[in-house]
């Protein structure tokens, strides 16, 4: 999942981007998205305290490998 935190001049927003397997067990995609942008919020609190010329901040639980391993065993899967 990724959460793109972004801190306006009057105010922060946050964007979630869920992975799709993520999106399959809705009921425990409710408890992970709460569990998951309370940690993010935490953490943006720390890094703009100590660095304010951030305007942008972008938590993300899965890395560029595992997404392009996810996409090519998705379109395998596909073939088949």
Known sequence: M???LAQGINDRTFRIEPETNEIKNLDGFQDLIKD???KA???SDLI???YPDFK???L???TDE????MAMA???KGKN
């Open 56 to 58: 942008q901040i972008t």
């Open 2 to 4: 990724k959460i793109i």
């Open 66 to 69: 595992e997404r392009k391993l």
């Open 41 to 43: 919020l935490e953490a």
């Open 60 to 62: 993300d639980t899965t």
């Open 36 to 38: 998951t942008v309370s």
């Open 74 to 76: 998705q379109q395998s």
């Open 48 to 50: 703009w305290e100590k």
